[in-house]
DNA sequence: CTTACGGCCTGGGTGC
DNA sequence: TGCACCCAGGCCGTAA
């Protein structure tokens, strides 16, 4: 599933191979994600695409009004993109026009050197939609910073002000944009800290340790390419090799790489999370109504419950 | 203000 | 072999 550093490779890919191109035509299949199907089509071609820019989880492709062709005292050049969220299941790949598609592709973009950049989605989670001048700020503004510009101060004033379960909060684009949950829990593992913890309870040291474990892991993603674990492709078509460097993403029962404790998963934030039960040590409860203490005989064989 | 939850969408895995 | 069902989880809208 894409995130930043999924998205960070698709746009380091796209940059090698889109700007300076011109837009020739496009064509549609499914159109239920694009918010303006028939902007698409009038908008971009003729336009031609100037840069690759990532936003959180958000790839803008920046246009130009096609050639200097209005030289005649032209407006100030307006300032367009394509934005494209990949959702779950997004691909965007350019490829020799006369190559296949794979099924599920519903956005093709012809362009001026004989390549087709190719949008395919197999769940139509993502998004597309053309922004024009000052789109960009009404539809990005509103997200938080981005992990790997804000500073360790910006960090900890986000997390620290807030009561909300610190997995929640890493996955709220609103206060730092680009985490998911694959990130999130790689992140909290390295620092050592249970997603139920709330943010304003994270000791300074703890803070700190969660910065740096967020960089790090979203540096090394993005050296390895991303994680491939279920369609994620880069804009080349190749798979991303971090998954094979998860310590806790979808290991339940597998054991941990630090201390050899089972792997667990649990839903916080309505999310599945998994985490070492010994090296990330859980919350004090909150205060039940006299919780009796010695239940825990009912520990019987707990089939591991296949869904 | 906050958090929780359902809905969208498809394919792969599992149980019967 | 077939088929119903659950689950993955991006984000948004609505409810509490």
Redesign the pocket.
Same mark, same amino acid.
């Given at each position: 599933?894409p995130?930043l550093p999924e998205v960070e490779t698709v746009v380091r890919g796209l940059r090698m191979a889109l700007p300076g191109r011109r837009i020739l035509s496009v064509r549609l299949g499914k159109t239920?994600f694009i918010e303006d199907p028939v902007a698409l089509e009038q908008i971009l071609p003729g336009k031609r695409i100037t840069g690759v820019r990532r936003h959180?989880?958000f790839l803008l492709i920046d246009l130009a009004p096609a050639v200097a062709a209005a030289d005649a005292g032209s407006q100030p050049a307006e300032d367009t993109s394509l934005l494209v969220?990949l959702?779950?299941t997004g691909q965007l790949v350019t490829s020799p026009a006369e190559s296949p598609a794979p099924?599920?592709t519903h956005v093709f973009v012809s362009l001026d050197d004989g390549r087709e950049l190719r949008y395919t989605d197999? =769940?139509?989670?993502g998004q597309m939609r053309i922004l024009a001048n000052g789109g960009h700020a009404s539809a990005l503004g509103k997200l938080g910073l981005d992990p790997l510009e804000a500073t360790e101060a910006e960090f900890t004033s986000l997390i620290h002000a807030?009561?909300?379960?610190i997995k929640?909060l890493l996955?709220d684009?609103h206060v730092l944009r680009g985490m998911?949950?694959?990130y999130t829990d790689e992140s909290l593992w390295r620092a050592r800290i249970h997603p139920r913890r709330l943010g304003a309870n994270l000791k300074p040291r703890e803070l700190r340790a969660l910065y740096r474990a967020v960089r790090d892991v979203l540096n090394e993603a993005i050296r390895l390419r991303g994680s491939s674990v279920s369609d994620y492709v880069d804009a080349d078509g190749e798979r991303g090799e971090f998954q094979l460097r998860h310590r806790v993403y979808q290991r339940e029962g597998e054991k941990c790489f630090r201390c050899k404790t089972r792997i667990r998963r649990i839903i916080v @934030?309505? =999310?599945?999370s998994y985490f070492c039960p010994h090296c990330q040590p859980a919350p004090k409860l909150k205060r039940r109504p006299t919780a009796p203490r010695s239940r825990a005989i009912r520990r019987k064989s707990a089939p591991r419950r @296949? =869904?």
């Amino acid at each position: 599933m894409p995130e930043l550093p999924e998205v960070e490779t698709v746009v380091r890919g796209l940059r090698m191979a889109l700007p300076g191109r011109r837009i020739l035509s496009v064509r549609l299949g499914k159109t239920d994600f694009i918010e303006d199907p028939v902007a698409l089509e009038q908008i971009l071609p003729g336009k031609r695409i100037t840069g690759v820019r990532r936003h959180g989880k958000f790839l803008l492709i920046d246009l130009a009004p096609a050639v200097a062709a209005a030289d005649a005292g032209s407006q100030p050049a307006e300032d367009t993109s394509l934005l494209v969220h990949l959702g779950m299941t997004g691909q965007l790949v350019t490829s020799p026009a006369e190559s296949p598609a794979p099924p599920h592709t519903h956005v093709f973009v012809s362009l001026d050197d004989g390549r087709e950049l190719r949008y395919t989605d197999i =769940r139509r989670f993502g998004q597309m939609r053309i922004l024009a001048n000052g789109g960009h700020a009404s539809a990005l503004g509103k997200l938080g910073l981005d992990p790997l510009e804000a500073t360790e101060a910006e960090f900890t004033s986000l997390i620290h002000a807030r009561r909300a379960h610190i997995k929640a909060l890493l996955l709220d684009q609103h206060v730092l944009r680009g985490m998911g949950n694959i990130y999130t829990d790689e992140s909290l593992w390295r620092a050592r800290i249970h997603p139920r913890r709330l943010g304003a309870n994270l000791k300074p040291r703890e803070l700190r340790a969660l910065y740096r474990a967020v960089r790090d892991v979203l540096n090394e993603a993005i050296r390895l390419r991303g994680s491939s674990v279920s369609d994620y492709v880069d804009a080349d078509g190749e798979r991303g090799e971090f998954q094979l460097r998860h310590r806790v993403y979808q290991r339940e029962g597998e054991k941990c790489f630090r201390c050899k404790t089972r792997i667990r998963r649990i839903i916080v @934030a309505g =999310r599945s999370s998994y985490f070492c039960p010994h090296c990330q040590p859980a919350p004090k409860l909150k205060r039940r109504p006299t919780a009796p203490r010695s239940r825990a005989i009912r520990r019987k064989s707990a089939p591991r419950r @296949a =869904r």
